[in-house]
């Protein structure tokens, strides 16, 4: 039986002392100049010092035109002196206790803000993400020379952390990222090389893959981040996933890790009433309320396709469910992200067993009772509980980063406004740099 304290050797021979992952999680600490600050290395060395095997970077933008938020860290171009020396400190922090930093490289496209891009991009010239609050404008679609340049971003950014220090890095494509964007029909709609089928639509992915590999060199191990579905309907299928999966089998990644949804369909974000929405059929074996890891239902028929690591992250709370995932389910790595924002040394009290369950603080809080809390009858205060405690999270990190310790209650209201404050002031910095 594989158990968490289990180390795991990747195929490119380096080494992870146990099998517990933070999840890449946006942090929004990123000075107005898109670099690392003193903040991420305290709150990584806080995150380090409680026993993770691995930590996985928030975005890292390879392209500071086209960011997530305003507090992103970019790579792009020549780093000066400064801003190489805040990223060195941040990769010592993140591995001083003895785990590895990778760190996690991604490119909006569509999903940039209005207050960080008016013209954002995506394979084809779609609509606008839609989400309420006009938060989104319509992209424009990349050309061919601006798809090859995407992919020297990657690979630049690849070679900027890996002489930074980092252990490795990550390839996003997932939640509805560019690369993810491309992988999906209803926003792919391209005639040229980039598109059609599932092998134009994934050729970016697999490229990228191919530069950042000839980038690093063969022992610096290189991940991806994949959607099992985007939960849409005619989009990126749990179909199209097992064909980029076969793909990825014959690549040089080191591992892989699963997860789903986008902003139109937050699955990743765990919001109640918003979670994977399952459809019966021979690639699953029970429903995800009936199993706590959101998208671990997808991880067996996945791993009939791929021999390398895999990683499963949304959902764990209990060590059961962990333990059974890594010896019954083929699951190599398990990813926490909010538990630990929470209690950063919950890893140790899983990894020594003084730990059995971690607690689910997005379900202890609500905005008010009844209909004003997770279980009203109103999808949109649903949807407002949820980001109220993405907001409590986000604080929580903030909090960490500033070397102070987590709250484990917040007025959720109080935190959503200060959240809300944060984003416009950074906005705000960003576009007076």
Not at 111 to 129: C, D, L, N
Not at 223 to 242: H, M, P, R, T, W
Not at 269 to 283: A, L
Not at 353 to 375: C, N, Y
Request: proline share 4%; glycine share 10%; charged share 25%.
């Amino acid at each position: 039986m594989t158990t968490l304290d289990q180390s795991l050797t990747l195929p490119c021979g380096a080494v992870l002392p146990n099998r517990i992952a933070k999840g890449a999680m946006t942090e929004g600490l990123g000075d107005p100049f898109n670099r690392a600050t003193a903040r991420h290395a305290t709150l990584y060395k806080r995150w380090a010092q409680g026993g993770l095997g691995l930590s996985l970077t928030g975005n890292v933008m390879v392209d500071r035109r086209y960011l997530e938020r305003a507090g992103n860290v970019a790579i792009e171009g020549e780093q000066d002196a400064e801003a190489m020396a805040a990223l060195r400190a941040y990769a010592e922090a993140g591995k001083s206790a003895g785990g590895a930093i990778w760190v996690q490289l991604s490119h909006a496209g569509r999903q940039a803000q209005k207050s960080t891009q008016t013209e954002p991009v995506a394979p084809s010239a779609v609509g606008e993400v839609a989400l309420p609050g006009g938060r989104f404008a319509k992209p424009r679609a990349l050309s061919g020379d601006e798809v090859r340049d995407v992919i020297a971003r990657f690979a630049h950014a690849a070679g900027v952390v890996k002489d930074a220090g980092f252990d490795g890095v990550q390839i996003h494509s997932a939640h509805g990222y560019l690369l993810s964007e491309f992988l999906s029909p209803l926003i792919n709609k391209r005639e040229d090389e980039w598109g059609g089928d599932i092998e134009g639509r994934s050729r970016l992915l697999i490229e990228t893959i191919a530069a950042v590999r000839e980038k690093v060199g063969p022992g610096f191990p290189v991940a991806v981040k994949l959607n099992s579905s985007d939960f849409q309907q005619g989009g990126y299928s749990f179909e199209d996933c097992i064909e980029v999966v076969k793909r990825l089998e014959n690549t040089s990644i080191d591992l892989l890790e699963i997860s789903g949804g986008n902003y139109e369909q937050p699955s990743m974000m765990g919001i109640e009433g918003m979670e994977p929405v399952y459809e019966e059929g021979e690639f699953v074996k029970q429903t995800t309320r009936e199993r706590e890891a959101y998208f671990l239902n997808y991880a067996s028929a996945i791993r009939e396709n791929f021999t390398k690591p895999l990683m499963v992250t949304g959902g764990f709370r209990s060590r059961a469910a962990m333990e059974a995932a890594l010896s019954e389910d083929g699951v190599s790595m398990i990813g926490v992200a909010r538990p630990v924002c929470v209690e950063p040394d919950a890893p140790k009290g899983l990894l020594d067993g003084s730990i059995d369950t971690l607690r689910a603080w997005e379900k202890e809080q609500a905005l008010g009772p009844g209909w004003f809390g997770p279980a009203s009858s109103s999808k949109m205060m649903r949807a407002m509980n949820g980001f109220a405690n993405m907001a409590f999270f986000y604080r929580n990190i903030i909090r960490m980063a500033a070397g102070r310790e987590p709250k484990k209650k917040m007025n959720l209201l109080g935190a959503l406004i200060a959240h809300e404050q944060q984003e416009a002031k950074d906005a705000k910095a960003l576009r007076g740099r």
